[in-house]
């Protein structure tokens, strides 16, 4: 299974941008690159994903380096309640267990004013 | 409404006792999945359901067990609870026909095992 490696916690101010890395030298081809949040003890939320390309929706943006082997979502404004704890998983698109999310200990973002 | 709901929300029990959660789900979604979080770590994977007739141990499944009882149900129960599974845990489900894995979460339920 391709591991994940995210720095433990990271601070962002207010209405700046947040960039949070996640290393996976070992990703295989197949295998996308998925971000969840936690918020405090509810259950985690989607935020977004990808395979290759760049990607970004109504939350976040996903950067993926050409080589594949890390990214970085990156929160565009962020707000007091963006802080959460943020998971990068990386694991298989289509159904079967090789897909099951396997969830490591994420990042820790403090938002503050 | 919420599309995916954990009953009890909270639950003290003690050492020995049988208790069940469950989880009920309104997306009609095929996949449903049982995880474990204990303080200051990730989730991890109990049970999970792939339809009514798939189920299937994940990481941690010792000292569970599980019931899909209907598309929209999954229960997990704990035959004879002990301390060490005092945690907090979520439900999930997914859409099978997804080609990727967006995971929808309940609000999760708080076990103390005395």
């Known amino acids: 299974d391709a591991k994940t490696t995210q720095p433990t916690s990271m601070d962002c101010a207010e209405g700046r941008a947040a960039n949070l890395p996640c290393n996976h030298s070992?990703?295989?081809?197949?295998?996308?690159v998925y971000w969840y949040r936690q918020i405090h003890s509810q259950g985690p939320q989607y935020i977004i994903h990808?395979?290759?390309n760049n990607e970004t929706n109504e939350m976040a943006s996903l950067i993926i380096t050409e080589d594949r082997k890390s990214s970085t979502l990156i929160l565009p404004h962020a707000t007091l309640r963006d802080t959460a704890v943020y998971y990068c998983?990386?694991?298989f698109g289509y159904g079967g267990s090789q897909g099951n999310l396997i969830f490591g200990k994420g990042t820790k973002l403090s938002v503050k004013p | 409404d919420a599309d995916v709901t954990q009953t009890p929300r909270n639950r003290i029990t003690k050492t020995g006792k049988r208790i069940m959660l469950e989880c009920s789900q309104t997306?009609?979604?095929?996949?449903m999945y049982w995880y474990r979080q204990d303080p200051g770590l990730g989730l991890r994977l109990i049970y999970y359901?792939?339809?009514?007739?798939?189920?299937n141990k994940g990481e941690i499944s010792d000292g569970y067990s599980v019931s899909r009882q209907a598309q929209a149900k999954f229960s997990l129960s704990l035959e004879s609870a002990i301390p060490n599974q005092t945690a907090l845990y979520f439900c999930?489900?997914?859409?099978?026909?997804?080609?990727?894995?967006?995971?929808?979460f309940g609000p999760g339920t708080r076990l103390t095992v005395l």
């Open positions: 999930a489900t997914s859409e099978a026909k997804s080609s990727y894995n967006e995971q929808f």
């Open positions: 070992t990703i295989s081809g197949n295998e996308y």
């Open positions: 990808g395979l290759k």
């Open positions: 359901s792939f339809d009514v007739k798939d189920i």
């Open positions: 998983i990386v694991r």
């Open positions: 997306k009609g979604h095929d996949r």
